[in-house]
């Protein structure tokens, strides 16, 4: 099949088109349920679905597809009536200009002078530099604030200097407290996404005992399955992706649309360390995701095995990252429920396209 023809709406079919070894990893790591849901609308409503849908068979009957994680139990719905609906964007220069708008009232806009340093002191990087987070999520908790008050107008220099300088801070708080060593990255971008400041700013953690719960559950996953398996599920995970033509990798970084994403448009890249590769690889999906996709608020998570020996097996676990749209800023409503929250995803974007527009942005043949 044409792989601009390729829908997530198909994935029983091109799953059963597969080579059989690739079927049956794929059959390991997932299961697919198909089912339909029909409607009878009323006569008065034929006109507004077929002005709204462009067909009236397509509300009719409409082909869900419900794929689960059997090692993770993540899991997403799609229905095909909300992947294949085309995306209405937003000017991403207006939501830059209002964003602007707040910035006279900026409280990190001297941050020697309107925020705390932690124990440590401070990390300056050349487009940023770190402050002790206020409100904190664990005992080391930091802030790296960006030089830029425009948290969409960053450059690949930018978002490296983000990590490197999120990375040193990590460093920095294991020599202050040695006990502390599982570090977690993340960058909401605009309140839509979690930011509760204007301002461009990531944040950083270091825990002790063990990891955050989800990378936890991500690395008992992965044991498991070495152990029922005797095989690596990263590069397993990776491997289907790369047989549906999701997945990609670059300079040794490993880049997928993901099957089971959280919300739409989640990108996962895995590396075996905190290379440049793997930077410059974020820097190319969020630059994909504000330039191509038009996205203009997004959550950027990279967990990485500890920074220091500890009693737990870490072996053959790699930095992960994890990057997701997060929808409109001027939306009101949110993008999460209870169905996010307590059941599973219900995703309205569509890996495929996801994964053809990334690779046309990170310059790889489909």
Request: net charge negative; aromatic share 10%; charged share 25%.
């Amino acid at each position: 099949m044409n792989p601009t023809s390729k829908t997530i709406v198909d994935l029983d079919v091109l799953v059963e088109a597969l080579p059989e070894k690739s079927r049956r990893l794929f059959q390991r790591l997932f299961s697919i349920v198909v089912t339909n849901g029909e409607l009878k609308p009323p006569p008065a409503m034929l006109p507004w679905i077929e002005q709204q849908f462009g067909s009236i068979d397509r509300v009719t009957t409409q082909k869900i597809i419900r794929i689960t994680n059997l090692i993770t139990f993540e899991g997403a719905i799609f229905n095909s009536l909300r992947a294949q609906r085309p995306r209405q964007f937003e000017d991403r220069l207006k939501v830059e200009a209002k964003l602007l708008d707040k910035a006279k009232d900026d409280p990190l806009g001297k941050p020697l002078e309107s925020t705390p340093a932690d124990p440590f002191g401070r990390i300056q990087g050349k487009y940023s530099i770190t402050a002790s987070n206020i409100a904190k999520y664990d005992g080391l908790h930091g802030m790296i604030i960006f030089k830029d008050y425009n948290p969409l107008a960053f450059s690949k220099e930018e978002v490296i200097d983000y990590l490197d300088t999120g990375w040193k801070w990590a460093q920095e708080a294991h020599k202050f407290d040695p006990a502390a060593k599982y570090y977690f990255f993340l960058w909401n971008a605009l309140s839509k996404a979690g930011a509760s400041l204007a301002h461009g700013h990531a944040q950083v953690v270091l825990g002790r005992d063990s990891h955050y719960a989800k990378i936890e559950a991500q690395r008992h996953a992965a044991v498991r399955y070495k152990s029922d398996f005797g095989s690596d599920y990263f590069n397993d995970l990776y491997q289907v992706h790369l047989d549906l033509g999701l997945a990609l990798e670059k300079d040794g970084t490993k880049v997928m649309a993901h099957l089971t994403p959280i919300k739409d448009r989640e990108i996962l890249l895995l590396s075996d360390s905190l290379d440049e590769s793997f930077k410059e690889r974020i820097y190319e999906t969020l630059a994909c995701f504000r330039d191509k996709m038009n996205v203009t608020a997004f959550n950027v998570g990279i967990a990485t095995p500890p920074i220091d020996s500890t009693p737990e097996c870490w072996k053959d676990f790699p930095v992960i990252a994890r990057i997701v749209d997060r929808g409109y800023p001027r939306n009101g409503s949110s993008d999460f429920g209870t169905m996010e929250l307590y059941a599973t995803s219900i995703v309205s974007s569509d890996p495929f396209q996801v994964s053809l527009e990334l690779k046309e942005s990170l310059a790889v043949e489909q």
